[in-house]
């Protein structure tokens, strides 16, 4: 008789009820976390194997799965939806999602757990928010200083470049997943009691609150926006599409008050000039094509 593998319950299963306290639009989530947790109750499971993995792998954001990931994604997404409203305009969104599918392609991780979307947000700042499984939001404002659709598909890939090197995941404290996947391993699925629901739930609100945080209020760490900015460069020129478009964005933010110094932006990225000096050197010239400026025009005429 072959021996089942022991299984950890899914970070899932916990943002299942994270979802459930503080999301009512995330029903979605909710459904289908529940089937898994129905499917890891009815596993047969070895809790000190399970234990161990969790205390000494699980201890970092590299190792939360894809599918984890995903669900973290949408929880956050949900956080962003709740302090912007979305410009609803379906033929931009298409088309957004049309070329930030076929950069995603020639990216690092051109295949995640339920691909990569776009969604603009109604507001006149200039920023883009990148959260963890995919979730990319760019607001009117930012698409507004964009002149053509070589210039957007370099700040898609410098979102997908976020997305690539899960810098929305290290905002989350490493004490909390550590704490997090401890209560995990120590439980059965199916003996979980008030008390440990309560503190899972309160750690990944936490987690939640952590990447939240970072993307509206404090923008990722330099470090990770010159990263981006150099994924950027890789992505576009795989995909043909002309680095220089980065740049002229950035050229664009220069001495700009965009809505405010402490809106968008100026609030949560370096210093424009910074940004150009480090990946002048790096991007790859191409030919603007005129049938992609010219959709581009086409897709983003009624922007107001």
């Known amino acids: 008789m072959r021996r089942r593998r022991p299984i950890l319950v899914p970070l899932v299963v916990v943002l299942a009820v994270l979802a459930a306290t503080s999301c009512a639009a995330l029903d979605t989530i909710q459904q289908e976390a529940g089937k898994v947790e129905t499917g890891v109750t009815k596993a047969t499971s070895a809790t000190a194997s399970a234990t161990k993995t969790a205390r000494f792998v ?3 954001f590299g190792d939360i799965s894809e599918e984890e990931e995903y669900y973290i994604g949408r929880s956050v997404a949900a956080m962003i939806l709740s302090r912007y409203k979305v410009y609803a305009n379906d033929a931009l969104t ?8 076929a950069v995603a392609v020639y990216s690092d991780r051109p295949e995640i757990f339920a691909g990569y979307h776009v969604l603009v947000l109604d507001s006149a700042e200039v920023n883009a928010l990148a959260a963890p499984g995919g979730f990319i939001f760019l607001t009117r404002g930012l698409l507004k200083r964009c002149q053509d659709e070589d210039t957007l598909a370099d700040i898609l890939a410098h979102e997908i470049g976020h997305v690539c090197a899960k810098h929305g995941l290290q905002a989350i ?4 997943l550590v704490d997090a996947f401890r209560i995990i391993g120590e439980k059965a699925a199916d003996r979980y009691g008030p008390s440990e629901l309560a503190q899972l739930t309160d750690l990944f609100e936490d987690a939640l609150a952590d990447i939240a945080e ?3 209020e404090r923008g990722y760490d ?3 926006e010159y990263e981006a900015d150099e994924l950027a460069t890789v992505y576009a020129a795989r995909m043909r599409y002309d680095g220089g478009g980065l740049i002229d964005f950035l050229g664009t933010m220069v001495d700009s008050d965009a809505g405010g110094a402490d809106r968008g932006w100026f609030a949560t990225h370096p210093k424009p000039e910074d940004r ?9 010239v191409f030919r603007r ?3 992609r400026t010219n959709r581009f025009k086409a897709a983003l005429a009624g922007l107001k």
């Open 222 to 224: 330099r470090k990770h």
């Open 214 to 216: 970072k993307l509206i």
């Open 173 to 176: 404290k490493k004490s909390r």
């Open 289 to 291: 094509e005129k049938a």
């Open 276 to 284: 150009i000096k480090r990946v002048q050197g790096k991007v790859k």
């Open 94 to 101: 298409r088309y957004l999602n049309g070329v930030c599918a």
């Open 58 to 60: 699980r201890k970092t």
